[in-house]
Structures are given as structure tokens and as C-alpha cells.
């Protein structure tokens, strides 16, 4: 059985980064792809990106480009991704989910990150 | 980017009432690739359907769901009590891999 656990809350300053992790254990790390996504307070869910560990390539939603950067460690089954310039939209949790070919049959707990001065 | 337009946004039934869910893209989907996922408060979404209309692992039979092209359609055949909760249609063929806005299934 697939498990993700993610990283603890954050509450960070507007123009900082944040780097949230995705520790996976169970099923192939490397095959699957390891995608991010967030919900805003009341929204629905929005796609960010992912990362195929087996290749090590990454791609992102345009709306996230030059803002984050997903990486994954083969050697510890762990993805992370880095926001940068955080601004109070932000403010969301974070998910990890995996599964093959992008499809999320897997999902972390979450993680909060609050973005305020 | 291919836009999921859910309907209706809330969904007022009783226990044991049929749930019938719309989701319509903006384009194009293919029935490979279009998701359905549950989430109730604080917790994580579920995936429930894959590939338009194939179970995730575990998911009852009551769940199933239809359709091709741009629309697909997600039922909850007799509505248990821990079926209230929001739902979600997602595409995942092509990047981005949008998500519609969702439908609150809630206690009529």
C-alpha cells in the first residue's frame, strides 16, 4: 500500500520561499509520477506541477513558471517542491499525490502554509 | 487550458436519492483521462473514478461514471449518509491538468 507523508505547517513572510517534502513509501517511487497540487480556503483543487522520478524531469503549470521547482531523491522515495516569492494568495494547503501517468490515486496529508506579514 | 465546468454546484438529496453529477470541458477530454475525486472537510481528495469510467480500488459499486469528448457525468446510485461531501472532475491527458470547481453534495 502506497503511503505519503508530507512536512509540517508553515507560516511564512510575503516574498520568502517555502520547500515543502513528500516522503513516499510503498508501490515504485521511481515509476509513478509525483505530482503537487492546492487548495485555497474554499476553492477547489488547483495542479502545480510534477516530476517523473525515473526520468527526473519536471514540468509545471504556466501559471507557476519561474516560481517553483519540484525535485525528487530516488535514494529516499522523497519529492519536494519549493515555492518561491510567496504572496498572501498563496496561503493554501499543499498536497503531494501520486500515481502512473499523472493520474492521482495516491494523496499526502497535506500541508498548510500561511503567507502573512 | 482545457476549463471543467461542474453542475450544479450544490446538490441538495436524501439518503438513499440518486446523485447525478455533471462535468463539462472546454474541450476535448478523451475518456482516458478524465478523474472524479471526493472530499470531505480536512481531508485529502479520493480518487473514486479514472480513465471516465473505471473504480478506484475499493470504491463501491454505487459509484459510477460515464461519458466521453466533453461531457461526463458522475452517479451515486442510493446515497449513504458518508456520500455528503464535495466532488471533484479533473483531466489528467494533457498538462495542465485542470480541475472543474466542484459539487457539494449535501442533506436535503
Known amino acids: 500500500q502506497v503511503h505519503l507523508v508530507q512536512s509540517g505547517a508553515e507560516v511564512k513572510k510575503p516574498g520568502s520561499s517555502v520547500k515543502v517534502s513528500c516522503k513516499a513509501s510503498?508501490?515504485?517511487?521511481?515509476?509513478?509520477?509525483l505530482n503537487w497540487v492546492r487548495q485555497a480556503p474554499g476553492q477547489g483543487p488547483e495542479w502545480m506541477g510534477r516530476?517523473?522520478?525515473?526520468?527526473?524531469?519536471?514540468n509545471y503549470a504556466q501559471k507557476f513558471l519561474g516560481r517553483v521547482t519540484i525535485t525528487a531523491d530516488k535514494s529516499t522515495g522523497t519529492a519536494y517542491m519549493d515555492l518561491s516569492s510567496l504572496r498572501s494568495d498563496d496561503t493554501a494547503v499543499y498536497y503531494c499525490?501520486?500515481?502512473?501517468?499523472?493520474?492521482?490515486?495516491?494523496w499526502g496529508q497535506g500541508t498548510l502554509v500561511i503567507v502573512s506579514s | 487550458e482545457i476549463v471543467l465546468t461542474q453542475s450544479p454546484s450544490t446538490l441538495s438529496l436524501s439518503p438513499g436519492e440518486r446523485a447525478t453529477l455533471s462535468c463539462r470541458a472546454s474541450?476535448?477530454?478523451?475518456?482516458?483521462?478524465l478523474a472524479w475525486f471526493q472530499q470531505k472537510p480536512g481531508q485529502a481528495p479520493r480518487l473514486l473514478i479514472y480513465?471516465?469510467?473505471s473504480r478506484a480500488t475499493g470504491i463501491p459499486d454505487r459509484f459510477s461514471g460515464s461519458g466521453s469528448g466533453t461531457d461526463f457525468t458522475l452517479t451515486i446510485n442510493r446515497l449513504e449518509p458518508e456520500d455528503f461531501a464535495f466532488y471533484f472532475c479533473?483531466?489528467?491527458?494533457?498538462?495542465?491538468?485542470?480541475f472543474g470547481q466542484g459539487t457539494k453534495v449535501e442533506i436535503k
Open positions: 499525490a501520486r500515481g502512473p501517468n499523472s493520474r492521482l490515486d495516491f
Open positions: 516530476i517523473l522520478p525515473i526520468l527526473d524531469v519536471a
Open positions: 480513465g471516465s469510467s
Open positions: 479533473q483531466h489528467y491527458g494533457a498538462s495542465p491538468y485542470t
Open positions: 510503498g508501490g515504485t517511487f521511481s515509476s509513478d509520477s
Open positions: 474541450q476535448s477530454v478523451g475518456s482516458s483521462y
